[in-house]
């Protein structure tokens, strides 16, 4: 049992972070020059070949730089279903995807194709209008898709599965890094800002709710991570582990972000202040795909309901040895 | 990065807990939460039955009679005890803390003389650190220690002490220096608990049980040589102890949730639940799963680097907390029901009495409130409070 990140898994997240503090806004064929749009894509598709677990390092980085840009959409969503050509082209950094499973599709006014969800299979839609709508979340658009064409047909409705559990897990992990970042700045806000003479971190009345913030946002690392090693490995645990991971994870930077904006008092409720933007990606990410009460749902029916309703949980019941 | 054990880890795993399937007597599986009280013959055999099949003190080094094994084994053998819902070796306080601070700060002869009976359970160690007045605060300790004619002389009262009623031994933490306050001038002493001017009474708890007791010295000499470390350094020994406590802690605590999860699951299924407390199962079913990736975490930086992650000093607070929600969830369960007791209520009182019993984990080993100042001070680094 090893849970830990590589050496080169930590260089990652270090070249990362430092390339998205000097590049606020980076280019699509930035990205893949990077190597990052083809992280997780087969080596003979031009890709990497490393494994989500990378991939989740970058989402995580991508939350917390609040990147706004189709690679959620193109990695997370559509990447499972595109066939050999197409991932090539994405790990070139030629095109990037967004996938429409519901009518509200992310990352719309940046993603250069799009994929749609029909019947019993993916396909590309060709010539459909966009129409890009404002959001809360001004860095994470979203838009409605009219008219068009099915295309290429891209895959089966089978890797909807994969695809759910890619993208649960990716938005786990990206909450994980706009929490972290909000956290960060609430840290130094209560180490440096004086009042009654003192840093105001000296209080426990702004020092316990940043305690009961970091437990909130550690314990949504382990499970995010978790979900991400489940997806890499194709473990039965992936899909009620992306359910727990997203559910969890989702809320717990909602808390986080709230506390952070507590403890800055005003300045944190002001435009002005990054905070509000990590706020509104924290918000965005529990509305979308599944909210946590229906991941919940999902996971009460897997531990309470008859067996065979789809559970991933593996674990035989423990009989109550007090007679229940 | 891979979650699975190792061949090797598997195979400790499976003979471990095939083990305890052939050697876990069944009156004592599952027994009640009181276990510090839990002193049949039964128990004591075992105690010593874990210590030859090389379970007990699986982390101690070979030459103290421990097995040297890795922390890793430590959490996997701490999984599954609390998995078959098997009872700890009776010595815990001196298996988990004692033990280790004998080790750390202990003379040669004390080492002869104190290891090998702690993990045959022939001899069980209490622990005498808080007081009345010294609590979250412990360098309030004012049980004194006056040295005369070549031995100390205790005076004082301790409180809090689980297994004073069974022990041989107590390691106390006295004032040595009455002119001193607060860190300095604390003295760590190993009191024999046979020795004149001893008294232990049981402390009455929530639950009708007495798991802990008072010990109240009158008097007591001690030997010279039974001092721990130096004179005026008993707090140095005293963090070594307490870092112990909470050492693998996290680990037994984390597989006993699940298994109390796993239990409420049982209950839901058996008498129904509405779909907020299904909701309200799912929330505690997810945080055993991140207490558990948490714990992981934290192992696996301990393996690699030899120091603890700071993810460590989340578990207690995280499990603490988790348990009063899933305990008091069951009473929401069981209904009008949750009103009887014992042989009258569902489940023999088994989720009454979890229920009552867990109001003392956010106190007990560390408060809540103490442990997010660790948190906020030692992880965030953040100003201290006081």
């Known amino acids: ?278 706020y509104k990606r924290a918000l965005w990410i529990e509305s979308f795909a599944a909210s946590s009460s229906t991941l919940r749902a999902e996971v009460a029916a897997s531990l309470l309901d008859a067996t065979g309703s789809g559970s991933g949980v593996s674990q035989t019941p423990v009989p109550l040895t007090q007679g229940g | 990065m891979d979650l699975r054990d190792t061949a090797e880890e598997a195979a400790f795993r499976g003979e471990l807990r095939s083990w305890i399937e052939e050697n876990l007597p069944e009156e004592l599986q599952g027994h009640r939460g009181g276990g510090a009280r839990f002193d049949g013959p039964e128990m004591r055999a075992w105690s010593r039955a874990l210590h030859e099949a090389g379970y007990a003190g699986l982390t101690w080094p070979t030459e103290y009679g421990g097995s040297g094994a890795s922390y890793t084994h430590q959490a996997i053998f701490l999984e599954e005890m609390a998995r078959a819902e098997a009872p700890p070796h009776i010595g815990v306080i001196g298996l988990g803390m004692a033990g280790p601070t004998i080790m750390a700060h202990g003379s040669e002869e004390q080492k002869a003389r104190y290891l090998e009976p702690i993990l045959s359970a022939e001899e069980i160690w209490c622990q005498g650190f808080s007081e009345p007045g010294a609590g979250s605060d412990l360098a309030g300790v004012r049980t004194s220690a006056r040295q005369e004619n070549g031995h100390f002389v205790v005076d004082g009262q301790k409180v809090w002490s689980s297994f004073a009623h069974l022990a041989s031994f107590c ?39 007495s798991e802990f007791n008072e010990i109240f010295f009158d008097g007591v000499e001690v030997p010279v040589e039974n001092l721990l470390g130096e004179i005026g350094g008993g707090w140095q020994v005293a963090m070594t102890t307490l870092l112990h406590e909470r050492g693998t802690l996290g680990f037994a605590l984390q597989a006993a949730l699940e298994v109390q999860v796993r239990k409420l699951a049982a209950l839901a299924r058996d008498r129904g639940a509405d779909p907020l407390q299904r909701d309200r199962i799912a929330r505690d079913w997810i945080e055993a799963q991140a207490l558990r990736f948490t714990n992981y975490r934290a192992l696996s930086k301990l393996v690699k680097t030899g120091m603890p992650g700071p993810e460590g000093s989340i578990s207690k607070l995280v499990w603490s907390e988790a348990n009063q929600r899933v305990t008091k969830l069951a009473l929401e369960l069981l209904g009008p029901d949750a009103a009887l007791a014992d042989e009258n209520a569902p489940y023999g009182g088994y989720w009454q009495h979890q229920q009552l019993r867990s109001r003392g984990n956010t106190i007990e080993a560390g408060t809540s409130e103490v442990l997010r100042n660790i948190v906020a001070e030692r992880v965030l680094g953040l100003p201290k409070s006081r």
């Open chain 2, 171 to 209: 390691i106390l933490l006295t004032r040595s220096n009455p002119q001193s306050t607060r860190h300095a001038g604390l003295t760590y002493l190993i009191v024999d608990m046979n020795t004149p001017g001893v008294d232990v009474r049981p402390l009455t708890q929530i639950t009708g049980e």
């Open chain 1, 1 to 278: 049992m090893d849970f830990t990140f590589t050496p080169e898994q930590d260089a990652l997240r270090e070249e990362a972070r430092a390339f998205l503090a000097a590049n606020a806004d980076p280019s699509w064929k930035k990205l893949a020059e990077l190597g990052w749009t083809g992280v997780s894509i087969a080596e003979e598709d031009g890709g990497a070949g490393l494994t989500f677990v990378e991939e989740a390092v970058l989402h995580e980085e991508l939350g917390r730089a609040l990147y706004r840009g189709p690679f959620f959409s193109t990695m997370a969503a559509a990447l499972p279903a595109l066939p050999d050509d197409l991932k090539a082209e994405v790990a070139a950094g030629e095109t990037s995807w967004t996938l429409a499973f519901g009518p509200l599709v992310p990352d719309l006014d940046t993603a250069d194709r799009i994929a749609i969800v029909g019947g019993d299979g993916i396909y590309e839609l060709d010539g459909a209008e966009r129409e890009i709508l404002s959001t809360t979340d001004e860095t994470r658009p979203v838009g409605v898709v009219r008219g068009g064409e099915p295309g290429r047909r891209l895959a089966d409705s089978w890797v909807l599965e994969e695809i759910r559990n890619r993208t649960l897990a990716a938005l786990a992990i990206e909450a994980c890094g706009v929490a972290r970042r909000a956290l960060e700045y609430a840290i130094e806000h209560a180490q440096t800002r004086e009042q009654f003479g003192r840093p105001i971190g000296v209080y426990q009345a702004v020092s316990h709710p940043l305690a009961d913030a970091y437990t909130r946002l550690e314990l949504a690392r382990s499970l995010s991570y978790w979900a991400a090693w489940c997806v890499s490995e194709n473990d039965d645990q992936a899909p009620i582990a992306a359910a727990a991971a997203k559910a969890f994870a989702a809320e717990a930077a909602v808390q986080v972000c709230e506390t952070a904006i507590q403890v800055h008092g005003g300045i944190g409720f002001t435009w002005e202040h990054v905070l509000h933007r990590l």
